[in-house]
Every structure is written in C-alpha cells, then in structure tokens.
C-alpha cells in the first residue's frame, strides 16, 4: 500500500467524484475541464475511444458527449492510491458509468480510472493524465454512441 497523507488521500479521490459529477450533469464543460491541467492528456484508448491532448481537443469530446447524451450515471468505488511524491501522484478507481443517448441507444461500462495528478501552488490538486482501462467486455454500443461521427 501506498503511504499517503489523508488529506491528500481524500483530495485526490474528491478530484475523481468531482469529475463523475461533472460529466453526469451533461451541462458545463468548463466545470470539468477546470478539473484539469491546461495541458491535460486523456487517453481513452484502451476503451476504443481517442487520445485527447489539451482543454481544446478534451473540450470537443465532451461538448459532442453532452450533446449526444440525455442521461449519464457514474458510480465511483474501490480508490487506491498508486503513486505519491507529494507534489504528484496517482489513484485508480472502479468505474460503472451507464448512460442514455438522445437516439434512445444506451451503453453501460465497467472501468478503472487512472487519474495522475499534480498539486497546484494553492494546495489543490489537477489531473495531468486521465487514463481508462475496460474491465469487462465493453459493448459494441459505446463506440456507436461515442466513437467518431
């Protein structure tokens, strides 16, 4: 195990819910882009999706994601620290997300997110690179909904 201070600890996985709250509202981009580093790198490819380099490209996933979207779900468990070094650091979670298109097509997954962070000057913590990794067969319909149109 990992030997993390609590605050530190209760930051980083606040970081990660703060982001499932964002995304399920479908609403503010901004919200969830403030989550992370200017030149914050997401790498979805491992679930069939792209690599996204920066708040311009992550901005235009997600406004897509928002629009196609009627409904979202997260449900965030099983957080654990993987790396600290006090001013960086890494924690996994398990992720079930479940949602519903506007076309009425609908995708549930089961993931681990990997969110590497780095501390901010004021003490709160940014995500840097956001990694997504299946844990069970991924259905055919989150490329169809999410995938390039």
């Known amino acids: 195990m990992i030997a ?3 605050e530190d600890r209760i930051a980083l996985q606040d970081l990660m819910t703060a982001y499932c709250y964002a995304v399920d509202k479908l609403a503010n981009v901004e919200e969830l882009l403030a989550l992370f580093t200017e030149g914050a790198v997401l790498d979805f490819t491992q679930i069939g999706l792209p690599l996204m380099n920066g708040h311009g490209e992550i ?7 928002f629009a196609d979207m009627s409904h979202h779900a997260h449900y965030i468990s099983n957080f654990r620290p ?3 070094e006090g001013g960086a650091a890494a924690m996994t979670a398990y992720v079930i997300g479940i949602g519903r298109a ?5 995708v549930e997954v089961n993931v681990q997110y990997l969110f590497e962070a780095v501390r901010q000057s004021s003490g709160s913590w940014l995500c840097e690179r956001y990694s997504m990794f299946s844990m069970m067969p991924l259905p055919g319909s989150l490329t169809e909904i999410h995938g390039e149109h």
């Open 59 to 65: 901005k235009q996933f997600f406004d897509r994601v």
């Open 82 to 84: 993987v790396r600290y």
């Open 102 to 106: 506007r076309d009425g097509n609908t």
């Open 4 to 6: 993390i201070p609590l």
